[in-house]
């Protein structure tokens, strides 16, 4: 079964400074894709970065990258120049097909990561 | 503006009691998704589907019950039968395919027993 951790319950970060999110997955199916969301405390969920299992590159965003490490299974999420905006937790999520086929996907999140910016 | 949505934003179920929550689209989504959260826990897939009068159950489907009359709507029903009801219901969309287009949510329903 594939599987999300990401091991940070919460994490602080002084504002305009960088911070690390960290994500590791389990698949063995060689075609897949890991998405971040930001969910506020408002509740609903924004998607923030993609990255597929194929891409050569890492993916950017604006503020945000992914840090992307295939052989070692993790895919992580940086944040720059944190803003007080960024307090929220953070989820890490990977795509499983469905097997009913059309190209529809099941997202399986991780447990998330409370980020908290300090003024 | 594009979007999804949800209501009502908090609901309140009585013993024995079905209760429904709402989820519109106006994104032209051919697929739509429930979710379900609980405290300090990532979401869980209740139901999907990917075309009119069509669903398929997700992991946790026991309890619940869905429609899909038209292409906007996504309506899901909390029987009775689900004993521990009470969590965050969120409702998504994406387009099909490819898989690497994200899902877009809703607000959430928070549900609660009285």
């Known amino acids: 079964a594939q599987k999300i951790t990401q091991t940070q319950p919460g994490m602080f970060v002084q504002e305009k400074e960088a911070v690390t999110l960290d994500c590791t997955y389990d698949?063995?199916?060689?075609?897949?894709?890991l998405f971040w969301y930001k969910q506020p405390s408002s509740g609903e969920m924004i998607f923030l970065i993609y990255?597929?299992?194929?891409?050569?590159q890492n993916a950017t965003e604006g503020r945000y990258s992914l840090n992307f490490q295939k052989a070692r299974k993790s895919a992580n999420l940086v944040i720059s120049a944190s803003q007080l905006g960024d307090s929220a937790m953070y989820f890490c999520?990977?795509?499983?097909?469905?097997?009913?086929?059309?190209?529809?996907?099941?997202?399986?999140f991780g447990k998330g990561t409370k980020l908290s910016v300090i003024p | 503006d594009g979007g999804i949505t949800q209501s009502p934003k908090y609901l309140f179920r009585k013993e024995g009691q079905n209760v429904t929550l709402s989820c519109e689209q106006n994104?032209?989504?051919?697929?739509m998704y429930w979710y379900r959260q609980d405290p300090g826990q990532g979401l869980r897939l209740i139901y999907y589907?990917?075309?009119?009068?069509?669903?398929q159950k997700g992991d946790i489907a026991e309890g619940y019950s869905v429609s899909r009359e038209k292409k906007e709507s996504f309506p899901l029903t909390v029987t009775s039968a689900q004993k521990n009801p009470t969590a965050f219901y969120l409702c998504?969309?994406?387009?099909?395919?490819?898989?690497?287009?994200?899902?877009?949510f809703g607000d959430g329903t928070r549900l609660s027993i009285l």
């Open positions: 998504a969309s994406s387009i099909l395919p490819p898989m690497d287009q994200p899902q877009h």
């Open positions: 698949t063995s199916d060689p075609s897949y894709g």
């Open positions: 990255q597929g299992s194929y891409d050569q």
């Open positions: 999520a990977m795509r499983e097909p469905l097997y009913s086929g059309a190209g529809s996907y099941q997202l399986t």
């Open positions: 994104l032209n989504h051919d697929a």
């Open positions: 589907s990917q075309i009119v009068n069509d669903f």
